[in-house]
């Protein structure tokens, strides 16, 4: 299976994401994760993105297309991926075509802006794995740990309501045409969003069984 989950920040897709890869045993591809590393680390890549992701601008799509590219190539994405905040635009999803990744199928995760506010503010993230917890909706088992990796939790700096609002434009503005884009290929299931976290997975997991 490989799949691209879209969606506007904050819809769910790297809470599913991490479901989904271990009842699929396939690896999830976030690019905010692995941009959130490399500014850890201090590569080249990671300076360059910082200044766009503290803004809550798109990172260009050279250096998207660049680090996709070469993960997907590693051996464990052999038999499937989950593609996570990527493509978010359509030059990204041309690229993913010219280099000849095929995609099983993209699901949308549906999300009114209105409910997206609460969720960001929220929302805490592991500074090492990059797992996605929420104090109310999905607290982790000890406060302020990681349940997967025992690290401290994080608040994401762009998790601010006014960067978090300029996302929800760049989203609208930008990436909410992929769904046209896929839909044209057949390749588009919509599921609900706003509804418990494994009332969601339910709906994916049917979304990736249907046919054509
Ligand atoms: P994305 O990867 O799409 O930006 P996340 O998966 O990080 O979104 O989810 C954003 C926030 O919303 C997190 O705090 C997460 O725990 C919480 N969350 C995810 N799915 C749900 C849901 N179905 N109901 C309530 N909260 C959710
Ligand atoms: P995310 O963790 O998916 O919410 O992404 C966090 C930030 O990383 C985004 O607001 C962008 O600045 C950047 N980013 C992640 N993925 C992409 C992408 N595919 N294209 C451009 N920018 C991206």
Redesign the pocket.
Known sequence: MRLILLGA?GAG??TQAEIISKRLHIPTI????I??EAIKNGTETGLR?KS??DK??????D??IGI?RERLAEPDCADGYIL??????IP?AEALLEQGIEIDRVVSIEIADEVIEARMTGRRVCGTCGASYHIVANPPKTEGICNACGSELVI?K?DTPETVRH?LE?YHAETEALKGFYAKLGKLRLVEGNQPIEDATRDIMAALGGSE
């Not at 976030?30 to 994760?33: C, E, L």
Request: proline share 9%; aromatic share 4%.
């Open positions: 920040p897709k790297g976030s690019t905010g994760n941009l959130r993105a766009f992701m809550g601008m798109l990172v260009p799509d250096v998207i996709v996570d905040g990527m493509p978010r635009t990204q994401r762009d996302r760049v």
